[in-house]
């Protein structure tokens, strides 16, 4: 799965592409050729252009389960824009960035702000009903094909783990740590952990015990069922 959109099935032994199929919405492309390059079709200027900056998945560690044969990864649907802000004047004791604050904060444009030649000022990132959200995919491996979504309220930077008894783990940015059904994608668990959760989960076992570890913030948290 790429942050381009696209999730590639290749042969293992030659690297060969096999074929590749979008795994959320894209307008950046409209398909792969034979060779799996893309077949580009540009958006014209101050368009949204699905994914954006972020991509459709980033670093965090997707997850394969040889269960459920199912290939599981942390996506985000938003589109890319572009903006001007505003300079910012230098305050002592202050800190800065070079642009006003209040600009990455709200994410609204500023009306007098120069745009540069060339450049198209795009609509305000307001995510919407078609923009703006993190989910969980589990996709068939072979195919790319979607099975089932467990959508978020924001964007996730958490990895995902999969267990032998299928489970899934993965945390969200609003700190919580949360369990869900391998299988069907319903949610069984979940745990507030009072930061953001931007690394993916683990599993280890010490004296027939079995324990899931996390960090969120800069707390380790671990779990176990009860004895």
Do not use: C
Request: glycine share 10%; charged share 20%; net charge negative.
């Amino acid at each position: 799965a790429n942050r381009n959109g696209f999730y590639y099935v290749l042969d293992r032994a030659t690297g060969r592409f096999l074929d590749g199929v979008p795994f959320i919405s894209i307008n950046w492309a409209e398909g792969l050729d034979d060779s799996g390059r893309p077949i580009e079709t540009p958006q014209p200027p101050g368009e949204p252009t699905y994914p954006g900056i972020a991509g459709a998945t980033n670093w965090n560690s997707p997850s394969f389960s040889p269960r459920t044969e199912l290939f599981y990864v942390a996506t985000w649907e938003d589109y890319a824009t572009v903006f001007a802000g505003a300079p910012q004047v230098y305050v002592e004791g202050r800190w800065f960035v070079g642009r006003d604050r209040d600009f990455p904060r709200t994410w609204q444009p500023v009306p007098d702000a120069p745009i540069p030649p060339g450049l198209s000022r795009g609509p305000v990132n307001d995510w919407t009903e078609t923009a703006g959200k993190g989910s969980v995919l589990a996709l068939d491996a072979l195919t790319g094909e979607r099975k089932w979504r467990f959508e978020m309220t924001d964007v996730i930077r958490s990895g995902i783990l999969t267990t032998a008894s299928d489970l899934l783990f993965t945390g969200t940015r609003s700190g919580y740590f949360q369990a869900l059904d391998a299988r069907s994608g319903d949610l069984l668990w979940k745990s507030s952990l009072g930061s953001q959760i931007l690394n993916g989960p683990m599993t280890y076992e010490v004296d027939g015990r079995q324990y899931v570890a996390v960090i969120a913030g800069h707390t380790l948290v671990t779990y176990a069922l009860r004895d």
